[in-house]
């Protein structure tokens, strides 16, 4: 045996082959490495945690830090601190949680094999399995490399792990039937759900198909989200902008002779006001509360920005089976042929209504099975799916391979009892499906002795078998005309996307049996016709997206046909869409894929490089793409994509971990209910920003106006850090829990480039904020103008700059409507915010213990009158000039 890796040119071995030595093994073993999946080397986690520290706008904040424990502000200090710590904490977590992504992978490979050496069968650890082991393979086993099969029988296996098709798939080691070899190749991970061989292991490790995918996860850069990069942006404006004002208000000040430490002092004040220190945390706190709402909403979160970005998914990419579709086949259509009622056509499966010639050709197929009834108290999971039925009144389990168990649920559903199937017909014989006959047989012997044989297989097979037809329960010979009428039915269900398989019988003489003869001269007994069902709720889900602007592609590793089928039931297939399949897509490549990428619905016969292309380009041409999936082959898409969400149920690990998201029912309507939820996020974060940076901007103003003009510092230090944490802190807050606008869902997704500012935010922010430094220094002009008392000045404008802001707030509740026109009061924590802050301006103002440290003086009535005055201009002019209005939807 060379001490290589095989490839599929190499000749496959005789069955005569007895596998490698164990010296052999030792040196291929030194040559390949274990069978397992190789890992980056890991960034260490104190080395994780300390990168956390970073980010710009962290930078931001410890300088902010820095600055106030220079000024001797304790308190400033410790409260930036502490926003740091926690959001460190948090990307930390978040960081370190997405390592377990490669070691869920690495569960999925066997922990054990059997292996031939020496001549002799012996189970090893299967990271010791090397290329050129034989291996023995029996059902229910998870095959532990890439292999190549040179025995077997009857073998099936389940690689929608890797493929996502949801029915198994035949293996041959026939080359003239798969020139390819593609059928005798079987891929680590998968599971043989029928029949057993031997293989030669071709492939270990990283060089597996397994390995490869593990390889694409790894080498997926994850980007910065959306509401990222846009507070990056607009922290590194604001703080320049800041610096910049905040140097001219000090200059200013130190040449019209103020003194050089207090126009120091307030300098740095204000830009420690006018640096929304507080952003990061708030917006923290408004994503860690959309977690807990989505997690009463089957919504598992597992990054914080995930809500938003969710939010302004402009397309979902789902995976069809078990996403779309239940993962479960069903019958769905039968065909038989009855004289006596004329008809002949397909009909709906309806167990109240079927007649006894289909409930014979159901029968058939319940006998003609090798699916078993699971007691719902055992424990028998053995490479069985396990699959309740929706039908029964009871919770029945089947196993076995899945048409099979679609065959058995349907006849016990059309009346057909487990005694009938089990205990009435005897199974004495069996005739093992294979690639070549592409039918199955049982010979049954019934109580009174009679002996039956009952087949199911491809239609085509199935027909050329039958000298005779079932016509309502009386057998007549089958014409050319009837065959061919079976044949266009066949055709006809075929194009509906569902399997069909075709039953059949013959009784039996009394003779010995001559297994030649056994499936020759059958009677044609009926098609049944199977599908995987879209789940009930898929196309509402669906409906619901494009109300809300979002284009739900299908990807799927299913035939082109029966995907479109599903696509077009539940909504995603509408009238000049494209379909293409993964040999489409190579043909087109990057460039090609780019051009049509926007019309195309439904992909099929895709592998998992397919659906990472067509993640990129979607991403290229300007989409936020979300990525379902719960296979291992969705694993690097769903990585990839803006937000990968992954099932609850049926995921994987490895799906889970690569995924910011799980939907804990595994619920494609969950998504709906997601998007919501990170839209309603996404406004509250606007609209805090919208309210922090208003109230900042007025802030500054109110002092580079003031110096500008020649008054005297309108707001002492202490006063600007005293609005910055009181004022600005609980009511933005509050706003994070403001409930979500009627209308919500109808609206377009914001695009992955719009600006933070969109949609006339930047507009807003600018008025309101320059009205509230114009009324807070208006109202300081003017108390220090009739009353000459500069103390008295300033605790009027300092208490207007509050009050003012404090009714901003609820104005930031909506950006379309504007005060007099929304709810007030429907958000409890903000008008408990308001409330709180209003008693604590009037302790300050009032209090004696405060006022010697706030540097302020009771005020009059008169006082109250102007603050008031001045602080409800901005609600009115808002108000009459229509700032505050419904875009235009497009």
């Known amino acids: 045996m060379p001490l290589k890796k095989l490839s599929k040119e190499d000749p496959i071995p005789e069955e005569t082959y007895k596998g490698i030595s164990s010296k052999q093994a030792e040196k291929l073993l030194l040559i390949h490495g274990p069978n397992s999946l190789a890992e980056k080397k890991k960034v260490s986690a104190v080395k994780m945690f300390f990168e956390q ?66 001549g002799t069968m012996d189970n090893i650890p299967a990271d010791m399995i090397v290329p050129g082991d034989l291996l023995v393979l029996e059902e229910g086993d998870r095959i532990p490399a890439d292999c190549r099969l040179i025995q077997i029988n009857s073998m099936q296996v389940d690689e929608s792990l890797l493929t996502g098709e949801s029915v198994p798939v035949d293996k041959s080691k026939d080359s003239k039937s798969d020139p390819a070899g593609k059928n005798s190749v079987i891929y680590m991970g998968t599971i043989i759900t029928r029949g057993r061989g031997k293989a030669i292991v071709e492939a270990t490790g990283m060089n597996t198909e397994m390995g490869k995918i593990a390889d694409m996860i790894q080498n997926i850069e994850s980007d910065e989200t959306p509401l990222q990069k846009k507070l990056a942006g607009l922290g590194k404006f604001i703080v320049f902008g800041c610096i910049i004002i905040c140097a001219i208000v000090s200059i200013t000040g130190i040449i019209r002779g103020e003194q050089l430490f207090t126009m120091l002092l307030s300098g740095i004040s204000l830009a420690v006001a006018a640096v929304p220190e507080g952003l990061p945390a708030i917006v923290t706190i408004a994503l860690a509360l959309g977690v807990q709402k989505m997690l009463k909403r089957n919504a598992l979160i597992r990054k914080l920005p995930a809500v938003e970005t969710l939010g302004c998914a402009s397309v979902i990419c789902s995976d069809k089976t078990g996403t779309l579709t239940q993962n479960r086949m069903t019958v769905r259509k039968i065909y038989t042929w009855s004289e006596k009622t004329r008809r002949k ?65 349907a006849a016990l559903n059309a009346g057909i009892s487990e005694n009938t199937l089990n205990v009435s017909y005897k199974r004495i014989d069996e005739l093992p499906f294979d690639s070549d006959r592409k039918c199955m047989s049982v010979i049954c012997e019934l109580k009174n002795g009679e002996r039956y044989v009952f087949t199911k297989g491809a239609p085509d097979i199935i027909l050329d078998k039958c000298s005779n037809i079932n016509a309502a329960s009386e057998i007549k010979k089958i014409t050319s005309a009837q065959k061919n009428e079976v044949m266009g039915a066949n055709d006809t269900m075929a194009s509906d996307a569902l399997r069909v398989l075709g039953v059949a019988f013959k009784k039996l003489g009394s003779g010995r049996l001559n297994k030649n003869e056994i499936e020759r001269d059958l009677t044609f007994a009926g098609l049944i016709g199977m599908i995987d069902p879209p789940r009930k709720e898929a196309k509402d889900a669906v409906n619901k997206c494009k109300m809300a602007g979002i284009k739900t592609v299908m990807i799927t590793g299913d035939h082109k046909i029966t995907a479109a089928a599903i696509a077009k039931e539940i909504g995603i ?46 991403k290229k041409l300007g989409h936020v793409v979300a990525m379902t999936g719960d296979g291992v082959n969705d694993a690097p898409a769903v990585k990839e994509a803006d937000i990968g969400v992954s099932m609850g149920k049926t995921g994987t690990d490895v799906t889970k971990e690569a995924s910011a998201m799980i939907l804990m029912d595994d619920n494609f309507a969950t998504i709906v209910a997601a998007v919501e939820e ?62 979500p606008e009627r209308e919500i869902m109808k609206r377009r997704p914001r695009g992955a480039k719009e600006n933070i500012f969109s949609n006339g935010l930047l507009k807003l922010i600018l008025f309101r904020g320059t009205l509230i430094g114009i009324s807070t220094l208006a109202v300081f002009v003017s108390i220090l103008h009739f009353t000459g008392s500069i103390d008295d000045a300033r605790t009027a404008s300092f208490v207007t700059l509050v009050i003012t802001q404090l009714i901003h707030v609820f104005e930031c509740k909506s950006e379309r409507k504007n005060i007099f026109e929304i709810p007030l009061f429907n958000n409890v924590p903000l008008v408990l915010s308001v409330l709180c802050s209003v008693i604590m301006i009037l302790g300050v103002v009032y209090m004696p213990v405060f006022q010697g440290i706030f540097k302020t003086v009771p005020l009059s009535f008169n006082d109250w009158v102007l603050i008031l005055g001045f602080s409800s201009l901005g609600p009115v002019l808002s108000s009459f000039l229509r700032l505050n209005k419904e875009p235009r939807m497009k």
């Open 678 to 739: 990170g839209r309603v996020i996404y406004n509250n974060i606007r609209k805090f920003i919208r309210y922090m940076l208003s109230c900042n901007l007025g802030e500054v103003l109110t002092m580079f106006l003031g110096m500008l003009i020649g008054l005297p510092i309108p707001l002492l230090p202490i006063q600007i850090l005293w609005v910055n944490l009181v004022t600005d802190g609980l009511p933005a807050i509050a706003l994070g829990l403001d409930p």
């Open 345 to 409: 056509e397909i009909v709906e499966f309806d167990s109240s209504k079927i007649d006894e010639t289909a409930r014979f050709a159901l029968e058939i197929g319940g006998v003609c099975n090798n699916a078993v009834i699971i007691n719902s108290h055992e424990e028998k999971e053995k490479g069985f799916k396990k699959i309740k039925s929706i039908f029964s009144k009871h919770q029945v389990q089947f196993g076995g391979d899945p048409t099979e168990i679609a065959l058995l649920e």
């Open 53 to 118: 520290f970073t980010d710009f706008m962290v930078l931001i904040l410890i300088a902010a830090t820095i600055i106030s424990a220079f000024m001797g502000e304790i308190t400033e200090a410790v409260t930036i601190i502490a926003i740091v710590m926690l959001n460190s904490v948090l990307g930390f977590l978040q960081e370190f949680r997405t390592e377990k992504t490669m070691s869920a992978l690495k569960q999925l490979t066997a922990p054990t094999a059997k292996v031939i050496r020496d």
């Open 573 to 618: 297939l509408q009238e000049g869409d494209m379909v293409l399949t993964g040999a489409e897509l190579d043909e087109l490549g990057d460039v090609g894929l780019m051009k049509v990428a926007d019309k195309v619905s439904v992909y099929a016969r895709v592998s998992p490089k397919h659906k990472l292309m067509v993640v990129k380009a979607l």
